[in-house]
Antibody, heavy 126, light 109 residues
Framework: QVQLVESGGGLVKPGGSLRLSCAASGFTFSDFYMTWIRQAPGKGLQWVSDISSDGSTMYYADSMRGRFTISRDNAKNSLDLQLNSLRVEDTAVYYC???????????????????WGQGTLVTVSS | DIQMTQSPSSLSASVGDRVTITCRASQSIRNYLNWYQQKPGKAPKLLIYAASSLQSGVPSRFSGSGSGTDFSLTISSLQPEDFATYYCQQSYSTPQALTFGGGTKVEIK
């Protein structure tokens, strides 16, 4: 069965860095777009970033572009999110999710998220 | 970014009730609208995609409708396990700015 297991969360000071990982199993990882979505404590869901199946194309939310970097290793069935220059407002549970895709024009692009990991908590505080 | 507004933000209902949650987009998103259910301390779960397509394994009491800017999620007969928070999500602006609604919490009356 499909499993996504995040790790790497923790407590970090403002301005610090953290690297999150997501281990995937139960499906052909290299066939799927993957996504990071976060949820601040008591708040709603916010899309963070996604990466194409071959790792060649990445997209970021405006507030995270330049600070966060998404990457993947298809040989290891793993997805990463490097978080730099962290701010208090980045405090959240970070979920990785598998994206189902559609064709829009000439590109393949995320459509909806059919499997999610259990999340990993990142706390940014001094 | 496309703004997604859900209403109500919370509701109280009884087991067996018919419940409808609405989601409005700030511009037309055609049928690029998905619904998720989230229980406390758990990851979201996909219920409906493309506005009205039921995800495999999701009970048929859940249904979705709408297109353009106005959408709804209906639970035909609320069950104890349905008490949760529900989120809509648009993918019209894919591959970027995939925005979610603010959520609707369904509580026991």
């Amino acid at each position: 069965q499909v499993q996504l297991v995040e790790s790497g969360g923790g407590l970090v000071k403002p301005g610090g860095s953290l690297r999150l990982s997501c281990a995937a199993s139960g499906f052909t990882f290299s066939d799927f777009y993957m996504t990071w979505i976060r949820q601040a404590p008591g708040k709603g869901l916010q899309w963070v970033s996604d990466i194409s199946s071959d790792g060649s194309t990445m997209y970021y939310a405006d507030s995270m572009r330049g600070r966060f970097t998404i990457s993947r290793d298809n040989a290891k069935n793993s997805l990463d999110l490097q978080l730099n220059s962290l701010r208090v407002e980045d405090t959240a549970v970070y979920y990785c999710a598998r994206a189902r895709t559609m064709v829009r024009g000439v590109i393949i692009t995320p459509y909806y998220f059919d499997y999610w990991g259990q999340g990993t908590l990142v706390t940014v505080s001094s | 970014d496309i703004q997604m507004t859900q209403s109500p933000s919370s509701l109280s209902a009884s087991v067996g009730d018919r419940v409808t949650i609405t989601c409005r987009a700030s511009q037309s998103i055609r049928n690029y609208l998905n619904w998720y259910q989230q229980k406390p301390g758990k990851a979201p779960k996909l219920l409906i995609y493309a506005a009205s397509s039921l995800q495999s394994g999701v009970p048929s009491r859940f249904s979705g409708s709408g297109s353009g800017t106005d959408f709804s999620l209906t639970i035909s007969s609320l069950q104890p396990e349905d008490f949760a928070t529900y989120y809509c999500q648009q993918s019209y602006s894919t591959p970027q700015a995939l925005t979610f609604g603010g959520g609707t919490k369904v509580e026991i009356k």
